[in-house]
């Protein structure tokens, strides 16, 4: 019962027609790869949502010299609640000769189903120069919008 009244503020959100940030594939800075290179700096970052309804994970590996970045993500929802468990990506990327001066998005693990495990994503590399990707884990729809009205997702990192 706790979450009806922000499901009521979700659904008017979508009414509203509120848009969700650009994802990263629709701007074409990521291609899929069928493993890792040899970045030499990696790092993994993972946290459970607040209600504990399920966890995500990113795996980020760099390189400096080249600014060039290799992502994996993990979602896996643990609760039958009708909600999903979204691990998103912002970034930043340069293009054109200057850095972007907002971020991109992407959403590469999306799960819905407590039966069959977490969602994991494909190994992505930046096409181009990329900087301060860091992840997050989100209550969210199914397409990985976020569901802040419900429960805040958590910090960046």
Known sequence: MKRVLPLLVAAAAGT??????AQAHDTDDWERV????SLD???TTGDRLVNDVGRGEATIHWNNSLNVSEVRAKAEDWANDGWCVSTQLR???YTNGAWSGHYHYRFPAVDCDIENGP????IYRSKHPVRNVQARVCLAYSDGRTATAVEPCRPWS
């Open 119 to 122: 969602e994991v994503s494909p």
């Open 16 to 21: 509203l027609g509120i848009a969700a940030p």
């Open 34 to 37: 069928g493993s890792w290179s």
């Open 91 to 93: 970034y930043q990327v």
């Open 41 to 43: 700096r990696s790092r």
